[in-house]
C-alpha cells in the first residue's frame, strides 16, 4: 500500500510542476497537495508496518520468557 502512495505523490508532485509551469496556479497547489497527503500516508503506512513487526516481536519475546519461567510439572 505504501508503493501506491508513493507512486501517486511522484505523480501528484510532477502534474504539480506541470501546472505551475502553464500558470495554472490552483491546479498547481491542489496536486501539491494532495502529493503531500499521499507522501505522509505513505510514511504512516511505513510506521504501521515497523510497528506491527516490533508488536509481533514483543509478544513472542513474551511467550519465550514465560515458557521458560513456569516450572514444568513431571508427574
Known amino acids: 500500500m505504501e ?11 510532477v502534474a504539480a510542476a506541470y501546472f505551475l509551469w502553464t500558470g495554472n496556479r490552483d491546479g498547481a497547489f491542489v496536486s501539491a ?5 499521499a507522501f505522509f500516508l505513505s510514511v504512516r503506512a511505513q510506521v504501521k508496518a515497523r510497528n506491527a513487526v516490533r508488536e509481533a516481536e514483543r509478544e513472542a519475546a513474551y511467550e519465550i520468557e514465560a ?7 513431571t508427574d
Open 33 to 37: 497537495v494532495l502529493g503531500c497527503v
Open 67 to 73: 515458557t521458560a519461567a513456569s516450572p514444568e510439572s
Open 3 to 13: 508503493r501506491v502512495f508513493q507512486v501517486s505523490a511522484g505523480a501528484l508532485a
